[in-house]
């Protein structure tokens, strides 16, 4: 268990607030703050972080890191710089800043905000790529994104199959914080191989209505992926034809079923 020595006394029972800061395109650097704490989630730009925290007030006490990709470690430093805040990520020497490293079966005590957060190895969009999470939250980076999964860049079909498995068994009513914007162009992709699923139909709409109010699409509940996302149903019988029938070839096994349908999206 990581056990950094606090800089201030635990803030306890205090209702956590978690809001999305837009960045570059389409991402979300997710803010959890009490009112006077905060912790950011992959800060690929200081900026935002910055003025989020001017304009309401805000302390930084910490930093999650989930893998190395620029856009989300490239505010990392100048955060720390600012507010001389403990950062915890993966070890990988790709990423900058002072950070403690921590894998599965570790947890992070943020204690400006009370809580908790156990770490999860999910390797698969990267190899040295981790997910943190608690009973009410799962802050996934790019491993999972609502209605998909992360491309594959470092991981195999196997790895990554093992980390969603992973992701699929925590409680159904965790809440999943994405850090792309990408739920609306998904949808569109799992109709294109299943476009009689009258659940991602009715997603698309509500995606439709929330994209179009400004609203972010995310989070989700975990539950709702399990049953709509092509990506964690990989061992389906039903999808497992689908996807059959495409490639008369594929074997139905989740795992080449998994690699397959990625490859899909990849040329999507």
Not at 137 to 149: K, P, R
Not at 205 to 226: C, F, H, I, N, Y
Not at 246 to 261: E, M, Q, S, T, Y
Request: aromatic letters at 8%.
């Amino acid at each position: 268990m990581i056990n950094h020595p606090p800089n201030k006394k635990p803030v306890l029972n205090m209702s956590i607030e978690i809001v999305p800061i837009p960045a570059f395109d389409d991402n979300y650097l997710w803010l959890l703050h009490n009112g006077s704490q905060a912790v950011v989630v992959d800060p690929g730009d200081a900026g935002p972080v910055r003025r989020y925290l001017s304009e309401h007030q805000l302390e930084l006490t910490g930093i999650l890191i989930t893998h190395h990709h620029w856009d989300h470690v490239n505010g990392l430093e100048s955060l720390q710089n600012d507010w001389d805040c403990v950062a915890y990520g993966p070890a990988d020497q790709r990423i900058p800043g002072d950070l403690i490293t921590v894998q599965e079966q570790d947890v992070v005590k943020l204690p400006s905000l009370g809580i908790e957060l156990s770490v999860m190895d999910t390797p698969g969009h990267t190899l040295s790529h981790i997910s943190f999470y608690n009973d009410q939250w799962l802050f996934c980076g790019d491993t999972l994104f609502s209605i998909g999964c992360g491309r594959m860049f470092e991981g195999t079909p196997d790895v990554f199959s093992q980390s969603l498995n992973k992701i699929s068994s925590l409680p159904p009513e965790l809440l999943v914080y994405c850090t792309h914007e990408y739920t609306a162009a998904n949808i569109q992709f799992a109709l294109s191989i299943e476009p009689q699923n009258q659940g991602l139909q009715h997603q698309q709409k509500v995606v439709a209505q929330q994209r179009a109010e400004q609203q972010p699409s995310l989070p989700v509940r975990l539950g709702d992926e399990l049953k709509l996302n092509p990506f964690l149903r990989t061992h389906e019988p039903e999808l497992q034809q689908t996807l059959i029938h495409i490639n008369p070839k594929l074997d139905p096994d989740p795992v080449a079923c998994f690699a397959f349908l990625r490859s899909l999206k990849d040329h999507f």
